[in-house]
């Protein structure tokens, strides 16, 4: 009885050790996709400059219902890999996940009721040299209630950076995931 018991915690050791928790260190976040987008507003950007300022004027006045226009879409995607030897457990999905996108040059807005919400909570078993892919569609971020549209204001070269708060199995916080920088262009109206 007791030599079964050992050889279950030697074995719960070993073996469940690695899979329960995400290392930091041996995991990597990067944004892979189109990063060259045309103007993406139907306006020109000074018709662009105007209607953003005239909503902000609107929601410095107090009212309830700004309708902001939609955020750029965009065809990139964050990529965690695990860049370690054993396979990890990452949990993601209903508030454990934040993702933020972050560029000199930028507008943003707060909008209220819409959702960039992932869902439920998922556990996702990473083995080594793989990733999971999660399509980033529109320059939006936030979590809980509190987002935000990105809008480049300009045509150009921006800086685009991601950052990603895994969750734990036990509900808190998990290692919290960087990017490095990329360009992203945004070309003039046609």
Not at 110 to 136: C, M, R, W
Request: with cysteine.
């Amino acid at each position: 009885m007791v030599r079964m018991a050992l050889v279950a915690i030697l074995a719960l050791t070993v073996l469940g050790g690695s899979a329960f928790a995400a290392d930091p260190e041996s995991l990597e976040l990067t944004i892979v996709g189109k990063k060259t987008l045309d103007w993406p507003y139907p306006e020109s950007q000074k018709g662009f400059e105007a209607l953003l300022a005239t909503q902000r004027a609107r929601e410095k006045a107090g009212e309830k219902r700004i309708f902001w226009p939609a955020p750029p879409d965009v065809d990139l995607d964050l990529c965690i890999t695990n860049t370690g030897k054993e396979k990890v457990s990452i949990y993601f999905g209903s508030g454990r996940a934040t993702l933020t996108l972050t560029g000199p040059g930028v507008t943003t807005a707060n909008p209220a009721g819409y959702s960039t919400d992932f869902g439920q909570t998922h556990e996702f078993v990473l083995k080594p040299g793989k990733s999971l892919s999660i399509p980033l569609k529109r320059l939006a971020d936030g979590a809980g209630g509190n987002h935000r549209f990105i809008y480049p204001t300009a045509p150009g070269e921006y800086r685009l950076s991601a950052t990603y708060q895994l969750g734990t199995a036990d509900g808190g916080k998990g290692p919290l995931l960087k990017s490095d920088e990329v360009k992203l262009r945004i070309k003039e109206k046609k």
